[in-house]
């Protein structure tokens, strides 16, 4: 039986479950997007999350998430997005906390698979960035299982994705990441988040592919960020032996119009 992961990227959700970010109710349209997929995708094994999940980065929120994931009874793993409180996501979810105060990651071994999430967020700054340390410790990683078809997960795209603003706030060492990436011929995929759109690129052997926000929406292309009206969606991933296909999945009928003045 295939593999089946649901990525989820940039709800960014607020404490108040029924406030909104402008005038967009974050939490209801990360509901909506769940009870789609329930209908239209089968189960899933695993659920991912590419950052940017607590807008507000407060406590609470991430004890809201954790609860509506611990209700969906299916295995997840996250990383940090620029939007995100790396303290509080270690006390809600110490089980994936790891060793090291300086990232939130992980490394997951599955049949035929490794999956990896790399903690991309840079304090104080919305662009991105690894880090020696951490790039070290993927490289004896992927030394380590040179054979695993791998995917790694991380929420800064490490190419440019063709829109001028959004690539000022890029991943800023995405040289160094490629040059580790430049003979691990067994990485696939890597699965990114903060763009807010579908995306696909291409890192040597790997694919790079941008999951669309499970809020709103920006235009591709620009100097400026501009909301797209484009339904909210999630990638669903789906291994096969060693094999891999992907799909984004939207949901139809909402269609958020955000403010940029909220």
Known sequence: MPIRILQLSDPHLLSDPDSRLRDVPTWRSFRQVLRHLDREASGFDWVILTGDLAHDERRETYRLLRRTLEARNTPWRMIPGNHDCRAFMREVFPEMAG???????????????????????????????VGRRQLDWLR???????????????????????????????????EHLQRVLAAAFQVRL????????????????????????TAFQFLPQGEIPEF???????????????????????????????????
């Open 99 to 129: 060793s090291g105060r300086d990232s939130f990651g992980f490394c997951l071994d599955l049949p035929g698979w490794k999956l990896v999430g790399l903690d991309s967020r840079l304090p104080g700054s919305v662009s991105g960035r």
């Open 140 to 174: 004896k990683e992927l030394e380590a299982d040179s054979r695993v078809p791998t995917i790694l997960f991380i929420h800064h795209p490490p190419v440019p994705v063709g829109c001028p603003w959004l690539d000022r706030i890029g991943l800023e060492d995405a």
């Open 190 to 213: 890597i699965c990114c988040g903060h763009v807010h759109h579908e995306f696909r690129g291409q890192l040597g052997e790997a694919a790079v592919l941008a999951a669309p926000s």
């Open 228 to 262: 797209d009206p484009a339904p909210p969606g999630a990638r669903i991933l789906e291994l096969d032996g060693s094999r891999w296909r992907t799909r984004v999945v939207r949901v139809p009928e909402l269609i958020w119009v955000p403010n940029p003045d909220a």
